[in-house]
């Protein structure tokens, strides 16, 4: 299995930074994109923002020029440099990895792998 672990999330005003880390583990031969979703109550799982292990990056409308995504594909981590927090950032923000598993035959298997998320609260 590949699993995710998120850290960074807390209690910021509006206007303030935050940093998520997320770092990925186990079985993984390869990752081919990470990216981070959000999910505030009553509403659905949304993208916030995508990269690829070769840096493509792709950024929800409402957090463009103010999130920034990045990959250190050596720590197979990921980040994402939240500025200008708004309230509407208020989430749990989840960790997702594209992976090309590592299976216990000595083939590898795709393997979309979730984080359990870290709660952003952004205060007006």
């Known amino acids: 299995q590949v699993q995710l672990v998120e850290s960074g999330g807390g209690l910021v005003q509006a206007g303030g930074s935050l940093r998520l880390s997320c770092g990925a583990s186990?079985?993984?031969?390869?990752?081919?994109?990470m990216g981070w979703y959000r999910q505030a109550p009553g509403k659905q799982r949304e993208l916030v923002a995508r990269?690829?292990?070769?840096?493509?990056?792709n950024y929800a409308d409402a957090v463009k020029g103010r999130f920034t995504i990045s990959i250190d594909n050596a720590k197979n981590t990921v980040y994402l440099q939240m500025n200008s927090l708004k309230p509407d950032g208020t989430a749990v923000y989840y960790c997702?990895?594209?992976?090309?598993?590592?299976?216990?035959?000595?083939?590898?298997?795709?393997?979309?792998?979730w984080g359990q998320g870290t709660l952003v609260t952004v205060s007006a």
């Open positions: 997702d990895a594209d992976t090309m598993m590592m299976t216990g035959r000595a083939s590898l298997e795709e393997y979309d792998a």
């Open positions: 990269i690829t292990s070769g840096g493509r990056t």
């Open positions: 186990g079985s993984i031969f390869t990752i081919n994109a």
